[in-house]
């Protein structure tokens, strides 16, 4: 008997998949979601449930089989009766059970609030004080008793803040400052009261985000849809830049995609595309299988806790395997849907463009299945995405709406960044008059480079922003302040007192976005080892200014730009100064060429080889000197070797060998099996029985 798809019968019939499910679901059939199979029987009774218009609302109104089994029409009416005297109840109890509810749910909400105490980073005494109900001097009182000496004003660190709350029994919570929102309670009202109106919910174009290995085809994918050339932009043939695009169906519906690089260094870029991301497409390449990042990413979208969608690419490759590939997947907890599981895998080949189209209606489908709903009448609300510095408009930063709608002229607050909108671009650089729901923009106007992945919000006008904008800098500062003024431990003082100085590599870095200086950050702050450090002492984005350069002289460091160039005043100074200035294009030779920097800081480890050696078995004294007669028991001695002269286990002397000779002509070496005369450098006291050992010492590098 043939089968077919929940979502095919559900086109057909003009339904939404997940209405099609719980129709089936309500008629008795098994099925778990828009791609599970159906036999032909059931498709039927859906049709005819479907034509049957009043069995339709039959079937979704009645709880369960109770009204089955009444074939009798008189006692239908009769059943509801009970119903209707307790269904006006909850009808008039409807109309405020909104706000009802709000307050129900609200109290939940801030009953844990009033319990638990949210501290930003770096909060001071004094404000630490006012917000646990202490007064500053019982604070400072404790700090004493704990060996710390602290004034009202200055700032607490973590573990101070954590130790405080112990003391005080108090529950506190420690948050970054971007998640410290200073708004004013009328300006969260909207947002707030947002989720609880229904009626001004419109769907939103899913944001999907496209995962995976390194080249396993996820910018050729992106390519496919948006008809363009992406990877000639792209150094290398990799993605190296978050990036956020629209594609638009024939049908008349919307994505929006992120790409996001799936080289390992950008593991934090990876996690902040999942954050935002309604549903994740996971590239896997049909000839190569799963690979470390396909594992990673895959994680970062488990973490989101975001739908995923497997896209096996390259299968029109000889060596192709797709079903090795849902065998490797499975085994990581992603069942195929055709073997009865709930994940759907699409076969694609992004260069012959196979099945793409199959690939953006199952997006769809899975995006229906959510429900994906948002109020563009509110407040702007989202994500940033990636920023960078233009030469022209200077701060940049792409930014996903989530919430409400962004027009050009508003004012928005990022973190400590702040701006008015001057203007909105697509991914086509072209003018957008406003952003709504799951739109992607390209904003200038911003006071500072905002930072990636921090949330953004608008506020009523630009006095609003500029004060919590100043707000948070101040708290910013002294988050930096706390973190970077860390005392060194005990064991620090004696590793450097043990070690004497440390080997430093001082690094200048400056980067083309936001997102790749932060990952280059993290990959280079994993290569701190015991014995050597390295030390970031500026990092930016933009080019490669005469200020870099400057600092890099004074304190002795290297320049490293990623994606960017010196300017012309920067590259002279650098050439008239003797600064190393290294730009690069490709994470992978930055990497390995810092590694090999920090190697070439280690003095190399000195190993010790023996070469050879001899047993004395008579001495002659000549002038100034004792010949010692010897055999050469194994190896070779060499004349000029280094040499130790062991008696009865015991070295009595370490040196050199000064003369060997084979009877009367000098030797350059003598092999095992010969014997041999030699006299050692300023050392005499040679006897019988004494075994001269000649090692030499190598140098070789450290790993």
Same mark, same amino acid.
């Given at each position: 008997?043939?089968?077919?798809?929940?979502?095919?019968?559900?086109?057909?019939?003009?339904?939404?998949?997940? /209405?099609?499910?719980? !129709?089936?679901?309500?008629?008795?059939?098994?099925?778990?979601?828009?791609?599970?199979?159906?036999?032909?029987?059931?498709?039927?009774?859906?049709?005819?449930?479907?034509?049957?218009?009043?069995?339709?609302?039959?079937? %979704?109104?009645?709880?369960?089989?109770?009204?089955?089994? %009444?074939?009798?029409?008189?006692?239908?009416?009769?059943?509801?009766?009970?119903?209707?005297?307790?269904?006006?109840?909850?009808?008039?109890?409807?109309?405020?059970?909104?706000?009802?509810?709000?307050?129900?749910?609200?109290?939940?909400?801030?009953?844990?609030?009033?319990?638990?105490?949210?501290?930003?980073?770096?909060?001071?005494?004094?404000?630490?004080?006012?917000?646990?109900?202490?007064?500053?001097? /019982?604070?400072?009182?404790?700090?004493?008793?704990?060996?710390? !000496?602290?004034?009202?004003?200055?700032?607490?660190?973590?573990?101070?803040?954590?130790?405080?709350?112990?003391?005080?029994?108090?529950?506190?919570?420690?948050?970054?400052?971007?998640?410290?929102?200073?708004?004013?309670?009328?300006?969260?009202?909207?947002?707030?009261?947002?989720?609880?109106?229904?009626?001004?919910?419109?769907?939103?174009?899913?944001?999907?985000?496209?995962?995976?290995?390194?080249?396993?085809?996820?910018?050729?994918?992106?390519?496919?849809?948006?008809?363009?050339? !992406?990877?000639?932009?792209?150094?290398?043939?990799?993605?190296?830049?978050?990036?956020?695009?629209?594609?638009?169906?024939? /049908?008349?519906?919307?994505?929006?995609?992120?790409?996001?690089?799936?080289?390992?260094?950008?593991?934090?870029?990876?996690?902040?595309?999942?954050?935002?991301?309604?549903?994740?497409?996971?590239?896997?390449?049909?000839?190569?299988?799963?690979?470390?990042?396909?594992?990673?990413?895959?994680?970062?979208?488990?973490?989101?806790?975001?739908?995923?969608?497997?896209?096996?690419?390259?299968?029109?490759?000889?060596?192709?395997?797709?079903?090795?590939?849902?065998?490797?997947?499975?085994?990581?907890?992603?069942?195929?849907?055709?073997?009865?599981?709930?994940?759907?895998?699409?076969?694609?080949?992004?260069?012959?463009?196979?099945?793409?189209?199959?690939?953006?209606?199952?997006?769809?489908?899975?995006?229906?299945?959510?429900?994906?709903?948002?109020?563009?009448?509110?407040?702007?609300?989202?994500?940033?995405?990636?920023?960078?510095?233009?030469?022209?408009?200077?701060?940049?930063?792409?930014?996903?709406?989530?919430?409400?709608?962004?027009?050009?002229?508003?004012?928005?607050?990022?973190?400590?960044?702040?701006?008015?909108?001057?203007?909105?671009?697509?991914?086509?650089?072209?003018?957008?008059?406003?952003?709504?729901?799951?739109?992607?923009?390209?904003?200038?106007?911003?006071?500072?480079?905002?930072?990636?992945?921090?949330?953004?919000?608008?506020?009523?006008?630009?006095?609003?922003?500029?004060?919590?904008?100043?707000?948070?800098?101040?708290?910013?500062?002294?988050?930096?302040?706390?973190?970077?003024?860390?005392?060194?431990?005990?064991?620090?003082?004696?590793?450097?007192?043990?070690?004497?100085?440390?080997?430093?590599?001082?690094?200048?870095?400056?980067?083309?976005?936001?997102?790749?200086?932060?990952?280059?950050?993290?990959?280079?702050?994993?290569?701190?080892?015991?014995?050597?450090?390295?030390?970031?002492?500026?990092?930016?984005?933009?080019?490669?200014?005469?200020?870099?350069?400057?600092?890099?002289?004074?304190?002795? %460091?290297?320049?490293?730009?990623?994606?960017? @160039?010196?300017?012309?005043?920067?590259?002279?100074?650098?050439?008239?100064?003797?600064?190393?200035?290294?730009?690069?294009?490709?994470?992978?030779?930055?990497?390995?060429?810092?590694?090999?920097?920090?190697?070439?800081?280690?003095?190399?480890?000195?190993?010790?080889?023996?070469?050879?050696?001899?047993?004395?078995?008579?001495?002659?004294?000549?002038?100034?000197?004792?010949?010692?007669?010897?055999?050469?028991?194994?190896?070779?001695?060499?004349?000029?070797?280094?040499?130790?002269?062991?008696?009865?286990?015991?070295?009595?002397?370490?040196?050199?060998?000064?003369?060997?000779?084979?009877?009367?002509?000098?030797?350059?070496?003598?092999?095992?099996?010969?014997?041999?005369?030699?006299?050692?450098?300023?050392?005499?006291?040679?006897?019988?029985?004494?075994?001269?050992?000649?090692?030499?010492? @190598?140098?070789?590098?450290?790993?």
């Amino acid at each position: 008997m043939a089968k077919m798809r929940v979502h095919q019968i559900a086109k057909e019939l003009g339904l939404a998949s997940k /209405d099609a499910v719980d !129709m089936l679901t309500k008629l008795g059939v098994d099925v778990r979601n828009h791609a599970s199979t159906i036999e032909d029987a059931d498709a039927a009774k859906l049709r005819g449930l479907v034509r049957n218009g009043s069995a339709t609302t039959a079937a %979704a109104t009645p709880s369960a089989p109770a009204p089955a089994p %009444a074939p009798t029409a008189p006692t239908a009416p009769s059943a509801p009766r009970p119903q209707p005297v307790a269904a006006p109840a909850p009808k008039p109890a409807a109309a405020p059970a909104p706000a009802a509810q709000a307050v129900a749910v609200a109290a939940p909400a801030e009953a844990p609030a009033a319990n638990e105490i949210t501290v930003p980073r770096g909060v001071s005494v004094t404000d630490f004080a006012g917000k646990i109900g202490k007064s500053p001097t /019982d604070v400072i009182k404790l700090l004493m008793r704990l060996g710390e !000496m602290k004034t009202i004003t200055q700032s607490l660190s973590d573990d101070e803040v954590e130790v405080l709350a112990n003391e005080f029994d108090v529950p506190v919570r420690i948050v970054s400052v971007a998640d410290d929102v200073s708004v004013a309670p009328e300006d969260e009202a909207p947002g707030a009261a947002e989720d609880a109106v229904d009626a001004a919910l419109e769907t939103r174009p899913p944001v999907v985000t496209v995962m995976g290995h390194v080249d396993h085809g996820k910018s050729s994918i992106l390519q496919q849809f948006r008809k363009k050339e !992406m990877l000639s932009l792209e150094a290398g043939g990799i993605t190296q830049a978050i990036g956020a695009y629209q594609v638009h169906g024939k /049908d008349g519906t919307t994505t929006t995609f992120i790409d996001t690089p799936g080289h390992e260094a950008f593991t934090q870029m990876r996690a902040r595309g999942a954050q935002v991301t309604d549903v994740a497409i996971l590239v896997v390449a049909a000839d190569d299988g799963v690979q470390p990042q396909t594992v990673e990413a895959l994680d970062h979208a488990r973490a989101a806790k975001v739908p995923v969608l497997v896209a096996v690419n390259k299968i029109d490759r000889p060596e192709a395997d797709p079903t090795r590939v849902r065998q490797q997947l499975s085994e990581l907890g992603l069942t195929p849907d055709e073997w009865g599981g709930d994940t759907v895998f699409v076969d694609v080949s992004a260069k012959a463009g196979t099945n793409l189209d199959v690939l953006l209606d199952m997006v769809h489908l899975v995006a229906e299945m959510q429900n994906l709903k948002a109020n563009p009448n509110t407040p702007a609300r989202g994500h940033v995405i990636e920023a960078h510095l233009d030469r022209g408009r200077g701060p940049v930063a792409t930014l996903i709406v989530q919430k409400g709608t962004l027009k050009p002229g508003q004012a928005v607050v990022c973190g400590p960044a702040w701006a008015r909108v001057r203007t909105m671009l697509d991914e086509n650089g072209k003018q957008v008059p406003k952003a709504g729901p799951s739109q992607p923009v390209q904003v200038s106007g911003w006071s500072r480079l905002p930072e990636a992945g921090d949330e953004f919000f608008a506020v009523k006008d630009e006095r609003e922003a500029k004060r919590i904008a100043q707000e948070r800098e101040t708290l910013q500062r002294a988050a930096d302040f706390v973190a970077g003024a860390k005392p060194a431990t005990l064991e620090d003082l004696l590793f450097k007192t043990r070690t004497g100085d440390v080997p430093e590599l001082r690094v200048i870095l400056k980067a083309d976005s936001q997102g790749s200086l932060e990952a280059l950050t993290e990959s280079l702050t994993k290569m701190h080892r015991a014995n050597l450090r390295l030390n970031i002492l500026r990092r930016g984005v933009g080019a490669i200014g005469e200020s870099d350069v400057t600092l890099a002289q004074a304190s002795d %460091a290297i320049v490293v730009g990623f994606g960017v @160039r010196p300017d012309a005043g920067a590259r002279q100074l650098a050439e008239r100064e003797g600064v190393d200035v290294r730009t690069y294009q490709i994470i992978y030779q930055l990497l390995d060429d810092i590694s090999q920097a920090l190697k070439g800081l280690l003095a190399p480890e000195e190993q010790e080889f023996v070469l050879g050696a001899a047993q004395v078995r008579a001495t002659f004294r000549i002038p100034r000197a004792v010949v010692a007669g010897c055999y050469v028991t194994e190896g070779k001695i060499i004349r000029g070797s280094r040499a130790r002269l062991v008696r009865d286990g015991t070295v009595v002397y370490t040196g050199r060998i000064d003369t060997l000779k084979r009877f009367k002509d000098d030797a350059r070496e003598v092999a095992a099996g010969f014997e041999c005369g030699m006299t050692l450098d300023d050392f005499n006291d040679i006897k019988e029985g004494d075994v001269i050992e000649a090692f030499e010492v @190598r140098e070789l590098p450290r790993d």
